[in-house]
């Protein structure tokens, strides 16, 4: 939650003029937009209120930096400011402090690019003039790879076949029983539960359903607001900056990796791309082995893994149902002699939109939104919306100091509710319940635990991201990665790279222009070409599993003193081949399906047309700010472990020390899967959910 009043100024005078200076440089040649550069900056400045205060104002640093005498000193030796430059001289100084070796700089860099190209691509005209169709309910698919498939409706499949209309304006429903958002809570609450469970994503909508249904009085208190298909209208932009962590714009300190997770009811699973993998069994033998997780061996899962997936109707994709972009994956690894396949996928009745990253106006996406989350409220839980948790507390007296039997202590969330986006008045919600449920995501539980006096040992350390890249082919055919269902294959040649359990894997995302422009690298001429050129772009993404050093902890979430977040992560040495190898793969894989050039997500992009340009790839800088990754899997930073200095829950998913204090997202995973995580967190969470009510039996009022 921010501070920020919407609409409310954040930049000073001064720095709107530099912006203005700046986003003339970046959008040199981009699509004409109805706006003014100073309406651009006025939402460009709207935008930042989504961000936590101490990050608006590393913001406005980056700003002051790259707007002074000094910045351009930096960059072209010149003590002028970047404002009074002619706009050749402006950007060569642009393009300087992009491949600056300072790296303040690039940060600053990146910073100003990724919010103006952003919000400037984010305008209907200026993504229609690139070839962007816009929300599927308001015209006919325009691509045989988009909307209901031929012929007759095959029991069990994820898609829709046969004529289907598409949904157009859709009436909001009254809110379910049980649930409260901020405009519907008149007075501050404070009541009693049997469990508090803070989240609502992968594991904390599956925990709340099973212990709900075990007896248990149940509250979920939920950060995002409370959406349905109503809300979701398809306008990349605002449900972009609506739905997501920080308005989709969280990265690392350092902002060369972006963060990439869900803040509404349903978590991540209400906007990922329903990809279903179950966890290898090999990590499985390695978290017994390494770290004490015991009852989850292969075997253990295979049950679980496929009451998971019949409850979210995980189906694999049939093959007339690939788009023009996930045949890129079968068709160049067959090419290659690579192993590349279908995957699985949970919807039921897709219409292959494409619209998966922003809430599913079909209600096909079988996301914990209308699957977990309702069959909490059926059995009787109370969902709180635009609630953010402030600490969790115990009295001194009633601290728990092991993980011993019986009621374990009385503890109180504290939450502020409110609605942002509508201003609503602040409310506070304070609910007092033996256990609690920590599920704010591997980034929003460590804060929390921090916060309230929790931390220590493995808290906050070992954060995992499957660091992950994309790579852009060129061809001559409609690819239009806008459009047909997201991520239907993966070609997994290299999940065990040289014969270790650390490997790669490759995939291919949605692109829509407000996501694309930001992600892209370059500003200028030769970045509005790169859009212009999108609906013959086909992307590829490389994921890599990271950690292969297990002593190594490559990330960090933390707190300082004046309550500010800290997100940290490097690529260790090894985790920097495997990522160089796996953008060496997808270049092949895009040239043996066809592509007439590659090209990277380096500053400057390496542009490959023959396999001979694969050595460039060599030098190709990975550095921080020098090629673009972001992760959609953020885990580990509270991982299961019998060591308490080294983890941050015992293997039930018990806070090290503290009775009855649970933790049940992706932050309990001890290492990374190299799979999709969404599968692995909705299992292991409902193994735990089961142990946790059983054990705990005594304390319901059923």
């Known amino acids: 939650m921010t501070d920020s009043t919407p609409g409310s100024p954040h930049l000073t005078v001064v720095q709107h003029r530099v912006m203005h200076a700046l986003a003339r440089c970046i959008l040199i040649g981009a699509p004409a937009s109805s706006e003014t550069l100073a309406e651009l900056i006025a939402r460009c400045d709207s935008r930042l209120g989504a961000l936590p205060p101490h990050r608006r104002a590393a913001f406005s640093t980056a700003v002051n930096v790259l707007g002074?005498?000094?910045g351009v000193l930096l960059a072209i030796h010149r003590a002028i400011p970047f404002a009074a430059l002619s706009l050749f001289e402006q950007t060569r100084c642009f393009t300087a402090w992009g491949e600056s070796r300072i790296p303040q700089l690039r940060s600053a860099y990146q910073a100003v690019r990724r919010l103006v190209l952003a919000v400037h691509y984010a305008r209907p005209e200026v993504a229609a003039a690139i070839g962007y169709a816009g929300p599927l309910h308001l015209r006919a698919p325009q691509v045989a790879w988009k909307g209901p498939l031929a012929g007759i409706t095959i029991d069990g499949e994820p898609v829709a076949r046969g004529a289907r209309a598409l949904p157009g304006v859709i009436a909001p429903s009254p809110l379910p029983r049980g649930v409260v958002t901020a405009h519907s809570m008149r007075n501050d609450i404070h009541r009693r539960a049997d469990a508090v469970v803070i989240g609502s994503g992968a594991g904390g909508a599956v925990t709340a359903a099973r212990l709900a249904e075990a007896g248990y009085d149940v509250v979920i208190v939920e950060e995002g607001g409370y959406y349905t298909s109503a809300d979701f209208?398809?306008?990349e932009a605002a449900l972009t900056e609506r739905l997501y962590a920080d308005g989709a714009m969280r990265t690392t300190d350092d902002l060369s990796i972006a963060l990439v997770q869900g803040n509404t009811v349903g978590g991540s699973t209400t906007v990922n791309w329903m990809?279903?993998?179950?966890?290898?069994?090999?990590?499985?033998?390695?978290?017994?082995?390494?770290?004490?997780?015991?009852?989850?061996?292969p075997a253990d899962m295979a049950p679980v893994f496929a009451r998971i997936e019949a409850a979210v109707h995980s189906r694999v994709v049939p093959n007339d149902a690939h788009s023009p972009n996930n045949r890129i994956v079968l068709d160049g690894a067959a090419a290659l002699g690579w192993r590349a396949s279908a995957a699985a996928i949970n919807a039921n009745g897709c219409l292959r939109c494409g619209f998966c990253g922003v809430g599913c106006r079909h209600n096909a996406k079988q996301s914990t939104l209308v699957t977990y989350v309702p069959r909490a409220l059926a059995a009787g839980a109370t969902v709180h919306a635009n609630a953010h948790v402030t600490r969790v507390e115990i009295r001194e007296r009633d601290r728990g100091t092991g993980t011993g039997t019986g009621t374990p202590p009385l503890k109180r969330i504290h939450a502020v509710v409110r609605d942002a986006q509508w201003n609503t008045t602040p409310r506070t919600l304070t609910i007092a319940a033996p256990l609690v449920v920590v599920a704010g995501g591997a980034i929003g539980t460590p804060l929390l635990l921090q916060r309230s006096g929790f931390g220590g040992g493995g808290v906050g350390h070992w954060l995992r991201l499957h660091p992950t890249t994309a790579i852009v082919g060129a061809y001559n055919r409609e690819i239009v990665t806008s459009t047909g269902i997201p991520l239907t294959t993966m070609c997994d040649e290299f999940i065990r790279w040289n014969n270790s359990d650390y490997g790669f894997w490759i995939e291919c995302p949605p692109m829509h222009p407000s996501f694309t422009a930001a992600a892209s690298p370059g500003f200028g001429q030769a970045h509005a070409q790169q859009m212009r050129s999108a609906n013959q772009s086909g992307v590829l993404i490389a994921l890599t599993r990271d950690g292969a050093t297990t002593a190594h902890s490559s990330g960090s979430v933390t707190t300082d003193r004046a309550g500010r977040s800290h997100i940290r992560y490097a690529l260790s040495v090894t985790d920097q081949v495997r990522v160089r190898a796996s953008i060496r793969a997808s270049a092949r894989m895009h040239l043996a399906?066809?592509?007439?050039?590659?090209?990277?997500?380096?500053?400057?992009?390496?542009?490959?047309?023959?396999e001979a340009d694969l050595a460039q790839l060599e030098t190709a800088s990975l550095a921080p700010n020098r090629v673009g990754l972001f992760s959609a899997h953020v885990n580990g930073t509270c991982r299961m472990g019998v060591n308490p200095r080294t983890s941050g829950a015992t293997p039930e998913g018990e806070r090290h020390g503290v009775r009855g204090l649970y933790i049940a997202d992706g932050s309990l995973l001890p290492t990374a899967l190299g799979v999709n995580p969404q599968e692995t967190i909705m299992a292991v969470t409902s193994v735990l959910a089961d142990r946790m009510a059983i054990r705990h039996l005594g304390i319901t009022r059923a």
């Open 68 to 70: 002074s005498r000094v």
């Open 233 to 235: 209208n398809e306008e």
């Open 275 to 297: 990809m279903m993998l179950r966890t290898p069994p090999y990590v499985l033998e390695q978290w017994a082995r390494e770290y004490g997780v015991y009852g989850m061996q």
């Open 593 to 610: 399906a066809g592509a007439t050039e590659v090209r990277t997500f380096h500053t400057t992009a390496v542009r490959i047309r023959r």
